[in-house]
């Protein structure tokens, strides 16, 4: 009985003394960028030969652009490929681990490519080198043309599995092509790949064309051109190059939209002096008036669930950002700082709006939630404008204008992006002076 | 009849007995939580010096003695250090004190509990003197091996908390995994984000084998940031290998486990 006792009350103690594990609170880590290897991927030596390219640097050509568009992210670092410890041709075997370890790469990218039959056959592995195993491996099979396309998809594959959100550089960029002396500027519609490449100018230049938004939904462009010296909204379907006026108002119509379903458009319209904001279903073409107030209201964007509008008004005397449900009711403004606000766009994520702000002369990109609260200025110019969100809602593209002396000389305009931590601020190449830049979704889903 | 009602008896006042030992242990834990915020409070004030004591003592009496050598008349060193042992109890005192509450080590500490008890008992015609002795001598026994098992770990006397790493050790070890861990920077705010990770670690601070400890979260359909969170919590520790643990004390540390939360950071 007592040995009982006995073994009951010390197992009592014993338990008591069972939460010997020590735990430690880790909340804090670096952003610094992650050391990625991109080895060149091994091209086949069975490929085929084609006219428009050198088979054999393929291989190269797309870990190059892979290397450059996580190098313009901020959130990888390229190592160079001198100091890599294996040839290509790894590309079916595991690498050896130890050796990457080395030159404190984190991750590894390996591949290899066959042009066969007139299909360019694309596989990549990516390797996670502290945990010595694989991550992802995919193969991708296009024509040959494609090749920049299967290096932007490849680049979104590890951006996504590296960062746990969707990438973006498979996507597009249409902007508003600028050439000639600053009181006669050609402006085109143009389009590019997110990094600058395959320029196509959609329209002729004969007519201003302003302001173009991509449907998130498919590739149509909506842009405003004028129409017997009368701003118009007009669509285009970059596929098939047809274009058409949306609707027949007797007042301009401007700043249009899409909304997140792609069905709807949503648009300033301007009568006797009084703009107001409208919205079109594209299917019926039904006009539904949004505002209703003699103040000007301009420049809607959607919420990504389509519940809520932001824009800008003077209601209040000053230009400032509102937000409002899609039905026009609740209006709510929710910027209340020094300066002027404009051209409110809802992040893709939802959680944030970006906005240019203007405040003594000078211009600003910024964002801040969607009750206005946080607000967080990213970048300060002489003149910026015309934030558009990349589709992951990390970064954003906008355009910058320089200061031109009276005869218009210095002046230029050109495309810059800038992420939402406000650190990696980069010029976008583009071909001619660029403005009112937008960025398409994903092309490939 | 007689020795069935004894054995009942027996067996209740055994129940109420374990109760009462082991109510206080269960009612104590929520009313715990706040004296450890104050516990750590005073170890901030005492990290300055605890941290200091066994390397550092070195350092500091190097220093003095440079700064001796340069300037003669420089007495501050020396007086601060003198200062030192007066202080330090200070703290320590109070921070015993509340060790023993927290941890029930101390047979000093249980002792007026189980006295309380065995009078409650007495009261009810039954001795359980003995077993309450028993009891003591089994605590004793216990917090021998304990203070066996510090003088064998703790080179530094005036650590007193047996299990754990100093706030200082930590604070070590935390900075190390900080400079190691790439956030992934996709993660949704508004989600949990802990991720667990136990680790069994070789004398040298390397590791021997890391767990996921909510492993079954990894491929939960919608919960993929957990798995990119999870990988990157563990690419951190192997980059950071060997972890910077305590050079002596292998026992208390062997097994470790580490609480990845980037959301305030992200929030932030």
């Given at each position: 009985m007592r040995k009982i006792l006995l073994t009951l009350s010390l197992l009592l103690f014993f338990y008591n003394n069972a939460y010997g594990l020590i735990t430690v609170d880790i909340t804090r880590g670096n952003l610094d960028p992650l050391p990625i290897a991109v080895s060149p991927l091994h091209v086949d030596p069975k490929s085929e030969k084609i006219s428009q390219f050198k088979t054999e640097k393929l291989g190269e050509e797309i870990s190059k652009i892979v290397e450059r568009n996580f190098k313009s992210t901020g959130l990888f670092n390229p190592l160079k490929k001198d100091a890599f410890v294996q040839k290509p041709d790894i590309a079916h075997l595991k690498p050896r681990f130890e050796d990457w370890r080395l030159i404190k790469a984190q991750a590894l990218v390996t591949g290899k490519l066959l042009i066969k039959d007139k299909k360019l056959k694309v596989e990549f592995r990516l390797w996670d080198l502290t945990a010595a195993k694989e991550m992802v491996a995919l193969s991708f099979t296009t024509t040959p043309n494609n090749w920049r396309r299967v290096a932007h998809i490849i680049s979104d594959k590890i951006y996504e599995r590296l960062t746990g959100e969707s990438g973006y550089f498979d996507t597009r960029i249409a902007y508003v092509s600028e050439t000639g002396p600053k009181n006669q500027r050609i402006k085109k519609l143009a389009i590019m790949d997110q990094d600058g490449f395959n320029t196509k100018y959609l329209t002729l230049g004969n007519e201003l064309v302003l302001t173009p938004r991509f449907n998130t939904t498919n590739q149509l462009v909506t842009y405003l051109s004028y129409f017997k010296n009368m701003p118009r909204v007009y669509l285009l379907d970059i596929e098939t190059g047809i274009q058409e006026v949306v609707g027949n108002f007797p007042g301009m119509?401007?700043?249009?939209?899409?909304?997140?379903?792609?069905?709807?458009?949503?648009?300033?319209?301007?009568?006797?002096?009084?703009?107001?904001?409208?919205?079109?279903?594209?299917?019926?073409?039904?006009?539904?008036?949004?505002?209703?107030?003699?103040?000007?209201?301009?420049?809607?964007?959607?919420?990504?669930?389509?519940?809520?509008?932001?824009?800008?008004?003077?209601?209040?005397?000053?230009?400032?950002?509102?937000?409002?449900?899609?039905?026009?009711?609740?209006?709510?403004?929710?910027?209340?700082?020094?300066?002027?606000?404009?051209?409110?766009?809802?992040?893709?994520?939802?959680?944030?709006?970006?906005?240019?702000?203007?405040?003594?002369?000078?211009?600003?990109?910024?964002?801040?939630?969607?009750?206005?609260?946080?607000?967080?200025?990213?970048?300060?110019?002489?003149?910026?404008?015309?934030?558009?969100?990349?589709?992951?809602?990390?970064?954003?593209?906008?355009?910058?204008?320089?200061?031109?002396?009276?005869?218009?000389?210095?002046?230029?305009?050109?495309?810059?992006?800038?992420?939402?931590?406000?650190?990696?601020?980069?010029?976008?190449?583009?071909?001619?002076?660029?403005?009112?830049?937008?960025?398409?979704?994903?092309?490939?889903? | 009849m007689s020795r069935g009602l004894l054995y009942s008896f027996l067996f209740h006042t055994l129940v109420i007995y374990l109760t009462m030992l082991t109510l206080p242990f269960m009612m104590?834990?929520?009313?715990?939580?706040?004296?450890?915020?104050?516990?750590?409070?005073?170890?901030?004030?005492?990290?300055?010096?605890?941290?200091?004591?066994?390397?550092?003592?070195?350092?500091?009496?190097?220093?003095?003695?440079?700064?001796?050598?340069?300037?003669?008349?420089?007495?501050?060193?020396?007086?601060?250090?003198?200062?030192?042992?007066?202080?330090?109890?200070?703290?320590?005192?109070?921070?015993?004190?509340?060790?023993?509450?927290?941890?029930?080590?101390?047979?000093?500490?249980?002792?007026?509990?189980?006295?309380?008890?065995?009078?409650?008992?007495?009261?009810?015609?039954?001795?359980?003197?003995?077993?309450?002795?028993?009891?003591?001598?089994?605590?004793?026994?216990?917090?021998?091996?304990?203070?066996?098992?510090?003088?064998?770990?703790?080179?530094?006397?005036?650590?007193?908390?047996?299990?754990?790493?100093?706030?200082?050790?930590?604070?070590?070890?935390?900075?190390?995994?900080?400079?190691?861990?790439?956030?992934?920077?996709?993660?949704?705010?508004?989600?949990?984000?802990?991720?667990?990770?136990?680790?069994?670690?070789?004398?040298?601070?390397?590791?021997?084998?890391?767990?996921?400890?909510?492993?079954?979260?990894?491929?939960?359909?919608?919960?993929?940031?957990?798995?990119?969170?999870?990988?990157?919590?563990?690419?951190?520790?192997?980059?950071?290998?060997?972890?910077?643990?305590?050079?002596?004390?292998?026992?208390?540390?062997?097994?470790?486990?580490l609480n990845f939360d980037p959301t305030e950071m992200l929030k932030g």
């Amino acid at each position: 009985m007592r040995k009982i006792l006995l073994t009951l009350s010390l197992l009592l103690f014993f338990y008591n003394n069972a939460y010997g594990l020590i735990t430690v609170d880790i909340t804090r880590g670096n952003l610094d960028p992650l050391p990625i290897a991109v080895s060149p991927l091994h091209v086949d030596p069975k490929s085929e030969k084609i006219s428009q390219f050198k088979t054999e640097k393929l291989g190269e050509e797309i870990s190059k652009i892979v290397e450059r568009n996580f190098k313009s992210t901020g959130l990888f670092n390229p190592l160079k490929k001198d100091a890599f410890v294996q040839k290509p041709d790894i590309a079916h075997l595991k690498p050896r681990f130890e050796d990457w370890r080395l030159i404190k790469a984190q991750a590894l990218v390996t591949g290899k490519l066959l042009i066969k039959d007139k299909k360019l056959k694309v596989e990549f592995r990516l390797w996670d080198l502290t945990a010595a195993k694989e991550m992802v491996a995919l193969s991708f099979t296009t024509t040959p043309n494609n090749w920049r396309r299967v290096a932007h998809i490849i680049s979104d594959k590890i951006y996504e599995r590296l960062t746990g959100e969707s990438g973006y550089f498979d996507t597009r960029i249409a902007y508003v092509s600028e050439t000639g002396p600053k009181n006669q500027r050609i402006k085109k519609l143009a389009i590019m790949d997110q990094d600058g490449f395959n320029t196509k100018y959609l329209t002729l230049g004969n007519e201003l064309v302003l302001t173009p938004r991509f449907n998130t939904t498919n590739q149509l462009v909506t842009y405003l051109s004028y129409f017997k010296n009368m701003p118009r909204v007009y669509l285009l379907d970059i596929e098939t190059g047809i274009q058409e006026v949306v609707g027949n108002f007797p007042g301009m119509t401007f700043a249009p939209r899409f909304s997140p379903d792609g069905k709807k458009i949503i648009m300033s319209f301007a009568k006797d002096g009084n703009s107001d904001i409208y919205s079109m279903d594209l299917e019926t073409r039904v006009v539904e008036q949004i505002t209703k107030h003699p103040s000007i209201d301009t420049s809607p964007s959607y919420s990504p669930d389509g519940k809520y509008i932001t824009f800008n008004s003077d209601r209040s005397g000053l230009q400032q950002i509102y937000v409002m449900r899609s039905d026009g009711t609740q209006v709510k403004r929710i910027t209340h700082g020094a300066g002027l606000y404009g051209t409110p766009v809802w992040s893709p994520r939802g959680d944030l709006i970006a906005f240019t702000k203007v405040r003594k002369g000078r211009f600003y990109i910024g964002v801040m939630r969607s009750d206005g609260s946080g607000e967080r200025l990213l970048t300060e110019n002489f003149y910026q404008e015309a934030p558009s969100w990349s589709p992951n809602g990390r970064v954003l593209i906008f355009y910058r204008e320089t200061k031109s002396d009276s005869k218009g000389k210095g002046f230029s305009a050109k495309l810059w992006s800038i992420d939402i931590t406000g650190y990696n601020e980069r010029r976008l190449k583009t071909e001619t002076d660029a403005s009112d830049p937008s960025w398409s979704s994903l092309l490939s889903k | 009849m007689s020795r069935g009602l004894l054995y009942s008896f027996l067996f209740h006042t055994l129940v109420i007995y374990l109760t009462m030992l082991t109510l206080p242990f269960m009612m104590r834990e929520p009313i715990d939580l706040p004296p450890i915020v104050s516990v750590e409070l005073i170890e901030i004030k005492d990290k300055t010096y605890i941290p200091f004591a066994p390397k550092a003592r070195k350092i500091i009496e190097k220093v003095k003695e440079e700064k001796k050598r340069v300037v003669s008349e420089q007495a501050l060193p020396a007086a601060k250090a003198k200062e030192k042992p007066d202080r330090i109890p200070m703290p320590e005192d109070k921070k015993e004190t509340k060790e023993l509450i927290k941890k029930k080590q101390n047979p000093e500490e249980i002792k007026p509990q189980i006295r309380q008890a065995s009078e409650f008992e007495k009261e009810e015609l039954f001795d359980t003197n003995e077993i309450a002795a028993l009891i003591d001598k089994a605590k004793e026994e216990q917090a021998e091996t304990q203070r066996k098992k510090d003088e064998l770990t703790q080179s530094s006397v005036k650590n007193s908390f047996a299990q754990g790493l100093s706030l200082s050790e930590e604070d070590a070890l935390r900075a190390q995994i900080f400079g190691c861990w790439s956030v992934p920077l996709g993660l949704p705010y508004d989600k949990d984000l802990l991720v667990r990770i136990k680790l069994k670690l070789k004398p040298d601070g390397r590791i021997l084998k890391s767990e996921i400890l909510d492993h079954a979260r990894m491929n939960v359909p919608g919960q993929s940031f957990y798995k990119i969170l999870a990988e990157s919590a563990l690419r951190a520790v192997r980059i950071c290998q060997p972890l910077k643990v305590p050079p002596t004390g292998y026992e208390r540390w062997k097994e470790l486990q580490l609480n990845f939360d980037p959301t305030e950071m992200l929030k932030g």
